[in-house]
């Protein structure tokens, strides 16, 4: 198989609930990525299962 590099991180900022992800997979020594991918997470509360606005403090850990 080919050996890839693989490149992950958060949008800026999350838009209530929703948080969106990036992935970027690039073969090795290749300048522009084999594939590209953006997901949409939801936070949602593990207690009422309703979706819930993500904290600050969450935020924080991802783009420090």
């Not at 050996?3 to 090795?28: H, S």
Request: glycine letters at 4%.
């Amino acid at each position: 198989g080919d050996e890839v590099e693989v490149r992950t991180w958060v949008d800026d900022a999350p838009r209530g609930p929703a948080w969106a992800r990036f992935v970027d997979i690039y073969k090795l020594g290749a300048e522009k990525p084999s594939a590209q991918i953006k997901s949409n997470w939801c936070m949602l509360d593990a207690q009422t299962r309703r979706i819930k606005r993500v904290p600050m403090d969450l935020v924080q850990r991802f783009l420090d």
